[in-house]
Every structure is written in structure tokens, then in C-alpha cells.
């Protein structure tokens, strides 16, 4: 099956600052989400990103497929933010989704 | 409606008792999950249901029994657990694409059931 890397695996910012959490896969993908779960086990979708680059108010995302990597770019962040933040991949090669181990975040006041 | 529900939030069952987790979404989707998370750990896919028939079992132990009533249900029926069974079920729907019917799109989750075995 596909290999999942996410980095880094632990992150504490001070409120304001900017991040990049990286993906990085091991096989071709037609279907790639950022989720962001929150303390209380919610999974948020934040992207659905198979290639290209796409944003959503201080997140925006971008995934090079040809070089099988996608990144998470928050900026200002705020302390709502912490939590943890997966990526997830897929393909038609009877894949399903397959989960990074996750970026756990703590944004400081 | 983007939303998928599951009941109950919380449950603990002993390891003899017989309970079952229900999820249930409006998308008009075609393709239902069953996701387990332990602590500190990504979901693991458990199950599949692709048009009300279950296409993939990733070799989950027979106490695990899930059943997919209609398009808009799918419930997961426990039986003897064990107390490693212990973790956040998750539930998740998508659309079904491609003339194969193989391509899955973006995937929406439910809260979770956080389910404690004793």
C-alpha cells in the first residue's frame, strides 16, 4: 500500500506566527484531503488537494503530485488552531484512504 | 447538508455484552466507512460498504459485524470485545466516482463514538 509521511510530527508556535506541515507519499494519488482533528476527536476536512494549490482564509495548501509531496501553510496562527493535522491519500489501485501519522500542533497565547 | 452523525458520543461495554454503533449522513452518498483510532494514532480503515454491499474488510476480527441497512445508514454491531477494542470509532461517507465505480472522492467523517471496554 501507499506509504504516508507527515512532518514534522510535533509543533508548538507562538500565536501569530506562520507554519508548514509537510506530506510526503509513496505512489501516484488521485485523491489527497488535510484534515484537522480537534481536541474532542472531530475530524475537519480543511482541503481536498490532488494536485494544485488551493486557499481557504489563513490555511492554503499545495500538492505537487509529480514529485508526491503536498503542504499545509497556516499562517497567523491562533490558538483554535492546535490540534492535530493529517494527511490522507489515495488511489484507483484499490488504495483507500491512507493516513499520515499527523502533525500534532500547539499554538501558544 | 454536509454533515454525518453518529450515536451514541460515548459508550462502555463489558466484554460479554452485545452493542451496536450507528452513523447515518444525508450527502447522498454512495460509499460508507468504519475507521479505528487508538490514542496518539492515525484512523485505520476497517470497513467499506460501496452501494449498500461491502466491497473491503481489512481483516477485522468477526466481533466486529458491520451492517449497511440502506444508502443513508450504517451501523457496527459488538460482540465480545476485548478490552484493546477500546478506542474512537469513526465513521465516514463519500460520493462514488468513475465508470468502475472504484474511484472514491472526498471522504466527510462523523464526530466518532468513543467506545471503552471494561
Known amino acids: 500500500g501507499i506509504q504516508v509521511e507527515q512532518s514534522p510530527p510535533d509543533l508548538i508556535l507562538q500565536e501569530g506566527a506562520n507554519s508548514t506541515l509537510r506530506c510526503n507519499f509513496s505512489?501516484?494519488?488521485?485523491?489527497l484531503q488535510w484534515f484537522h482533528q480537534n481536541p474532542w476527536g472531530q475530524l475537519i476536512n480543511l482541503f481536498y488537494?490532488?494536485?494544485g494549490t488551493k486557499q481557504n482564509g489563513r490555511l492554503s495548501a499545495t500538492t505537487v503530485a509529480t514529485e508526491r509531496y503536498s503542504l499545509l501553510y497556516i499562517s497567523s496562527s491562533q490558538t483554535t488552531d492546535s490540534g492535530v493535522y493529517f494527511c490522507?491519500?489515495?488511489?484507483?489501485?484499490?488504495?483507500?484512504?491512507?493516513f499520515g501519522g499527523g502533525t500534532r500542533l500547539m499554538v501558544k497565547p | 447538508d454536509t454533515e454525518v452523525t453518529q450515536t451514541p458520543k460515548h459508550l462502555v461495554m463489558g466484554m460479554t455484552n452485545k452493542k451496536s454503533l450507528k452513523c447515518e449522513q444525508h450527502?447522498?452518498?454512495?460509499?460508507m466507512y468504519w475507521y479505528k483510532q487508538k490514542a496518539k494514532k492515525p484512523p485505520e480503515l476497517m470497513f467499506v460498504?460501496?452501494?449498500?454491499?461491502?466491497?473491503i474488510n481489512e481483516s477485522v476480527p468477526s466481533r466486529f459485524s458491520p451492517e449497511c441497512p440502506n444508502s443513508s445508514l450504517l451501523n457496527l454491531h459488538l460482540h465480545a470485545l476485548q478490552p484493546e477494542d477500546s478506542a474512537l470509532y469513526l465513521c465516514?461517507?463519500?460520493?462514488?466516482?468513475?465508470?468502475?465505480?472504484?474511484?472514491?472522492?472526498?471522504?466527510?467523517f462523523g464526530p466518532g463514538t468513543r467506545l471503552t471496554v471494561l
Open positions: 460498504y460501496s452501494y449498500e454491499k461491502l466491497s
Open positions: 465516514a461517507s463519500s460520493q462514488v466516482a468513475g465508470a468502475s465505480g472504484l474511484a472514491y472522492n472526498e471522504q466527510f
Open positions: 490522507a491519500v489515495g488511489n484507483n489501485a484499490g488504495n483507500m484512504l491512507t
Open positions: 505512489d501516484s494519488v488521485n485523491n
Open positions: 450527502m447522498g452518498h454512495r460509499a
Open positions: 488537494i490532488p494536485s
